[in-house]
């Protein structure tokens, strides 16, 4: 049961943190001026939530590093 509920609660952050990311957080990682249309932002949301723990340290570097 542990186990489930630790893969539970792996898929809600991962879910929060890819919407986040998709929604604000693009911008500060991508190249200034880099056009993301609704499609590819769509796309990118179920690899932001598995790979939730290297979007988030990518989104936090590119932050400190402006």
Do not use: C, H, S
Request: without cysteine; glycine residues 10%; charged residues 10%.
């Amino acid at each position: 049961m542990l186990v489930l509920d630790l893969l539970a609660l792996y898929a809600v952050a991962g879910a929060v943190t890819a919407i986040a990311f998709v929604t604000f957080g693009l911008a500060r990682v991508l190249p200034a001026g880099t056009p993301v249309t609704v499609g590819a932002r769509a796309l990118l949301i179920p690899g932001a939530a598995i790979l939730w723990p290297y979007v988030l340290l990518r989104w936090v570097k590119a932050r400190g590093a402006r």
